[in-house]
């Protein structure tokens, strides 16, 4: 598992010559380790390495770790799509939530994060490459969403989040992640601050910090290739 050490290093690298490249501060960017599908014992090594912030896609399997390691200092993530019928359980396991796209899920989450726990972190996912069946909140609705989340007490608005499909080379994903972006840029002028652009993958990071992502989801160039899920 001294692999995990050796990647999550790689990874810092990379995040570290992208920003130099593009003339940023490398505590600009933050790294999030995507453990979906990998047990704790994953986990904890990712973590002896020094990671802390965890980002899980499936609900179920991520608050059973959440249970099993609630003895680390952990921040925990959810990066994966949110139904109705599973707010509650994030709300009350998870530290933050990259993938809310619509009012309905932002009262639940508001309504049902226990009293005892700090303001869930909330980002707005936003559908930056267009395809209607997709995930996230077509950009000229953002603004309308977020007015909406900043007078739900129990969250606390951070930024926004997009998954656009693998772009053909590093110039097509800038342009993809520049859009995503000019939506950051629009809230923030609009008056609702907004300190996180969650973007960037194994695949991506560079161009996403390139276009001025502040944290980035890497899974596989830390744990390795995922088991198809079944
Ligand atoms: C799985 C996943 C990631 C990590 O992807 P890798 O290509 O393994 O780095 C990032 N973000 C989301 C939303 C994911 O589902």
Not at 27 to 33: E, I, K, M, P, Q
Not at 87 to 102: G, I, K, Y
């Amino acid at each position: 598992m001294t692999m995990i050490a050796e990647n999550l290093h790689r990874v810092q690298a990379r995040i570290a010559q992208a920003c130099t490249q593009a003339g940023r501060d490398a505590a600009t960017v933050s790294l999030l380790a995507v453990s979906k599908t990998f047990g704790v014992e994953w986990v904890e090594a990712a973590f002896a390495a020094g990671q802390t912030a965890f980002g899980e896609n499936y609900i179920q399997e991520a608050v059973e770790k959440i249970q099993l390691l609630r003895h680390l200092p952990l921040q925990w993530h959810c990066i994966g799509p949110v139904q109705s019928n599973k707010t509650r359980l994030v709300a009350e396991h998870f530290d933050w939530v990259h993938t809310v796209d619509r009012l309905k899920i932002a009262q639940r989450l508001h309504e049902q994060r226990p009293a005892h726990r700090m303001p869930l972190n909330i980002c707005i996912q936003v559908n930056v490459d267009g395809g209607t069946t997709k995930s996230g909140v077509s950009p000229p609705d953002v603004l309308a969403l977020a007015r909406e989340v900043v007078q739900l007490p129990r969250l606390r608005l951070r930024g926004l989040m997009c998954i656009p499909e693998p772009a053909p080379d590093f110039v097509a994903a800038c342009a993809v992640f520049q859009s995503a972006r000019a939506v950051f840029d629009a809230v923030n002028a609009a008056g609702i601050a907004l300190d996180t652009l969650s973007m960037g993958m194994s695949a991506d990071l560079e161009a996403a910090v390139a276009s001025g992502s502040t944290l980035v989801r890497v899974g596989s160039a830390i744990f390795g290739e995922r088991a198809p899920k079944v």
